[in-house]
């Protein structure tokens, strides 16, 4: 019964289609179907791939796979500011260090900070420039301006200090630019610059910074303050001694400011970013509070501390990431330089006005800032 209605039903259709082609009727449901079918198809392609960009993005493979910060130890794992005591104390301490300088140095001058007699209502810093070692213009503006070596009086509560302060560079050098006979000239000039013997780049910032540790430590450690900043920043000398000159003496001693302030901030993982970090060079969820390395200040203690400590602390190729981790990990607290820190100027009062010590985005405008310099009269 059931295969003899089959089979009649088939025969049925068979001789539709046989006499007539594909009902109208049928025909147009069935494409309606199809348009429907692949409507859907289409917009689930568009979710997966928007799910793949977004999960891309976020690279949130290595997001699952990251380390809680609450099990942060970052090697090595010991009592770092045990052994930092011990060595500035010449003790015995038998661990080896993890993160020696690998580079030599190519020139530098150990004798800037010799001639120097810290008076007792002076504040000595030393700036301390990063800069490309190309950037010869801007090298000459700074030493001009703000980098000058001329010692200002500020007041302060009824007392006048003078900002003493001496200048160096920190460079690499350049495998596609043959300018090092033009950097011994400029380095038999005037012995401001500090070469290391690797090639100028972003990724290499911290062998300059380790550079720059190292060498205020040992060569300029009559000075009370080192001031890093970029090539590409304003700084007000005056406000600079303002702020200084108003600390406390226990905050002169610990400080380490900058701008700004990141706490419990994420990794990058967009494996597409500049920042990007690999689960393997840092496995862990969260980074220890850092500051742009742009611009930051640092009283003496803290950079003879951490040039000891960060032979002991694993590399990491961001420099000011690297130095949160060092401060993270021997207990110093770093300070949020708040307005006195700008990131983008709009005009010049912002600049020369105020509190401000410290002003980014003169990349290309060097004469710019030699205006601002002029005006702001600092001499
Ligand atoms: C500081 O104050 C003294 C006394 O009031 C004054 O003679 C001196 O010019 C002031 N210095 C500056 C840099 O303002
Ligand atoms: C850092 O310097 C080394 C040694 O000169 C060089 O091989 C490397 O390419 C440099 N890295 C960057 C990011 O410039």
Redesign the pocket.
Known sequence: MQLAFQVGSRASTMSLRGKYGMSPLLKMLLRHRKKKCFFIAFAFCCGILVLLYIWDYYGLSDVLYETSFSDFAWPLNINLAEAVRKIQNNEKLDIAQINPFPFKIRMQNENLCKDVIVKNSAIFVLIVVKSACWSFESRHIIRKSWGNEKTI???HSGT?YQLVTKRVFLIGHSSSLDSQYLLREEYQMYKDLIQGDFEDGYFNNTYKTMMAFSYASLHCHNAHFAFFVDEDFYISKRNTAQFLASLPATSAQNLYIGFSLFTNTRVNRNKKHKRYVPLAEYPYSRIPPYVYAGAYILSMKNIRDMSVAMHYVKFFRMDDVYLGLIAYRLGITISDGGKRFLMEFYTSSDVVNSHVIASHGFRGKMSLMREFWDLAAET
């Open positions: 009086s500020v007041n006048e």
